[in-house]
C-alpha cells in the first residue's frame, strides 16, 4: 500500500501550490534530500534508518515535492529514497539532475555529453523505481568545447517526447543560456543558488517569474557544506524569528517564499526535527517591515546580486 499523508502539519498550514510547466502543481515548500548521504554528500548515511525515516516524515506531512540526483553519494539517495517511498504516493514528484559524477575523491565533475546524459536518465529511472521521471535537471549546461546547449536538449527533448521524463530543467544557468534554452524547447524550472545572502540569481528569478517557469533556489538555508551557514545565524533573521515565534530557518524559507510565487523551496536536512519545522515555514507571517528588513540584508545591485 502506498504511503498515506497523515500528519498534522499537512492538516492544518496554508498550502500554496505553484504548477511546474510540463509537470504538476506541487506544495511550495519541498524537500532537498542530498543531506541523506554520508559526510561530503559520499556514501550510506550514518544511520540509514533515520535517513528513511526522514523521508517518510516528509511525506506524511504533505511534502510531495523531493529533489534528488544519482550523484548524491553517489546512487546512495537515490536507493534510500526507492527503499522507503516505494510504492510512491501518486502525487510525489521526484526531480533529480543529470550531468555530474563522482570520482573516487568525491570530486564533483562534468559527465554532460548528450549520449552520457541520456544514459543518466535511464540510470536514474532504474534506480529511482520509476516510469517516468517528473522533472530533470540538466546540471552542466554546454560547459566544454563541443558540448553544445542544442545538442544536450535535444538528447532530453527525445527522452521526454518517448515519455520517459516530463519536464526539462536547468541548474547552475546565467540568464543567457536559460533564454537560450528557452528558445530551443519547453524549460520547466530552473535550480541555482538563492537565498538571503546570496541573490546572485536575482535577475533569473525575475526572468523566470514572468515567464511562470519554477525557480527552485538550492541553499535555501545557506547550505549543508558549511556550519555556520550566514543565513540561519544572521543576528536580523535571528532578531526576527524571535519577534515572530518563529525560527530562523522558517524566516529564511518565508523570506523566499514572498520572494515571488514561483519560487519552491527545498531545503535540506537529515533531522526529522529540522524537516517539521522547514515545512511549517509557510505559516510564519512575515510583515511588510520584517520583509523590508530581511531585503536590505543584501543591497540590491551590489556584487553578490551582479554575480551570476
Ligand atoms: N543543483 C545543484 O547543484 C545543487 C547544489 C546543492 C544542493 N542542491 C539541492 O538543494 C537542496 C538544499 O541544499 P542543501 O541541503 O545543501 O542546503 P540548505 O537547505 O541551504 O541547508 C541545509 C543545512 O541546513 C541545516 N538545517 C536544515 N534545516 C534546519 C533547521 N530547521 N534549523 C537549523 N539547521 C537546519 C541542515 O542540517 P541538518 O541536517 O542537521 O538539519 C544542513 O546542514 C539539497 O538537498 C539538494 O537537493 C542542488
Given at each position: 500500500?502506498?504511503?498515506c499523508?497523515?500528519?498534522?502539519v499537512?492538516?492544518?498550514?496554508?498550502?500554496?501550490?505553484?504548477?511546474?510547466?510540463?509537470?504538476?502543481?506541487?506544495?511550495?515548500?519541498g524537500y532537498?534530500a542530498?543531506q541523506?548521504?554520508?559526510p561530503g554528500?559520499l556514501?550510506?548515511?550514518?544511520?540509514?534508518?533515520?535517513?528513511?525515516?526522514?523521508l517518510?516524515?516528509?511525506?506524511?506531512l504533505?511534502?510531495?515535492?523531493?529533489d534528488?540526483a544519482?550523484?548524491?553519494g553517489?546512487?546512495?539517495v537515490?536507493e534510500?529514497?526507492?527503499?522507503?517511498?516505494?510504492?510512491?504516493?501518486?502525487?510525489?514528484?521526484l526531480?533529480t539532475?543529470?550531468?555530474?559524477?563522482?570520482?573516487?575523491?568525491g570530486?564533483?565533475?562534468?559527465?554532460?555529453?548528450?549520449?552520457?546524459?541520456?544514459?543518466?536518465?535511464?540510470?536514474?529511472l532504474?534506480?529511482?523505481?520509476?516510469?517516468?521521471l517528473?522533472l530533470?535537471?540538466?546540471?552542466h549546461?554546454a560547459?566544454?568545447?563541443g558540448?553544445?546547449l542544442a545538442?544536450?536538449?535535444?538528447a532530453?527533448?527525445?527522452?521526454?517526447d518517448?515519455?520517459?521524463?516530463r519536464?526539462i530543467?536547468?541548474?547552475?544557468v546565467?540568464?543567457?543560456?536559460?533564454?537560450?534554452?528557452?528558445?530551443?524547447?519547453?524549460i520547466?524550472?530552473?535550480q541555482?543558488a538563492?537565498?538571503?545572502?546570496?541573490?546572485?540569481?536575482?535577475d533569473?528569478?525575475e526572468?523566470?517569474?514572468?515567464?511562470?517557469v519554477?525557480?527552485?533556489?538550492?541553499?535555501?538555508?545557506?547550505?549543508?557544506?558549511v556550519?555556520d551557514?550566514?543565513?540561519?545565524?544572521?543576528?536580523?533573521v535571528?532578531?526576527?524569528a524571535?519577534?515572530?515565534?518563529?525560527?530562523?530557518?522558517?524566516v529564511s524559507?518565508?523570506?523566499?517564499l514572498?520572494?515571488?510565487p514561483?519560487?519552491?523551496?527545498i531545503?535540506g536536512?537529515?533531522?526529522?526535527?529540522?524537516?517539521e519545522i522547514?515545512?511549517?515555514?509557510?505559516?510564519?507571517?512575515?510583515?511588510?517591515?520584517?520583509?523590508?528588513e530581511?531585503?536590505?540584508?543584501?543591497?540590491e545591485?551590489?556584487?553578490?546580486?551582479?554575480?551570476r
Amino acid at each position: 500500500m502506498a504511503l498515506c499523508r497523515t500528519g498534522s502539519v499537512a492538516q492544518h498550514r496554508q498550502v500554496t501550490t505553484f504548477e511546474i510547466p510540463d509537470v504538476r502543481p506541487v506544495h511550495r515548500i519541498g524537500y532537498g534530500a542530498m543531506q541523506l548521504a554520508g559526510p561530503g554528500v559520499l556514501g550510506p548515511p550514518t544511520d540509514p534508518a533515520r535517513a528513511e525515516a526522514v523521508l517518510r516524515r516528509a511525506v506524511e506531512l504533505g511534502v510531495d515535492h523531493i529533489d534528488t540526483a544519482d550523484f548524491y553519494g553517489p546512487w546512495t539517495v537515490n536507493e534510500l529514497i526507492a527503499k522507503a517511498l516505494r510504492p510512491y504516493p501518486g502525487d510525489l514528484l521526484l526531480a533529480t539532475k543529470i550531468g555530474a559524477y563522482r570520482d573516487r575523491e568525491g570530486a564533483w565533475l562534468p559527465l554532460s555529453h548528450p549520449d552520457a546524459l541520456k544514459s543518466q536518465v535511464h540510470d536514474n529511472l532504474r534506480r529511482l523505481g520509476r516510469d517516468v521521471l517528473d522533472l530533470v535537471y540538466l546540471r552542466h549546461v554546454a560547459d566544454r568545447p563541443g558540448i553544445e546547449l542544442a545538442d544536450q536538449l535535444g538528447a532530453l527533448v527525445e527522452l521526454r517526447d518517448q515519455g520517459l521524463v516530463r519536464g526539462i530543467g536547468l541548474s547552475h544557468v546565467t540568464a543567457e543560456q536559460f533564454e537560450q534554452a528557452q528558445r530551443l524547447t519547453s524549460i520547466a524550472a530552473v535550480q541555482n543558488a538563492y537565498n538571503l545572502l546570496d541573490r546572485g540569481s536575482a535577475d533569473l528569478l525575475e526572468r523566470t517569474a514572468r515567464l511562470g517557469v519554477a525557480f527552485v533556489p538550492f541553499f535555501p538555508l545557506g547550505s549543508g557544506f558549511v556550519a555556520d551557514s550566514g543565513v540561519r545565524d544572521d543576528q536580523v533573521v535571528r532578531s526576527i524569528a524571535q519577534r515572530r515565534g518563529a525560527r530562523p530557518a522558517q524566516v529564511s524559507l518565508a523570506w523566499l517564499l514572498r520572494r515571488s510565487p514561483n519560487v519552491l523551496a527545498i531545503p535540506g536536512t537529515s533531522s526529522i526535527e529540522h524537516l517539521e519545522i522547514n515545512v511549517s515555514a509557510d505559516r510564519v507571517d512575515l510583515s511588510d517591515e520584517d520583509v523590508a528588513e530581511l531585503d536590505a540584508l543584501v543591497a540590491e545591485g551590489t556584487a553578490a546580486e551582479q554575480a551570476r
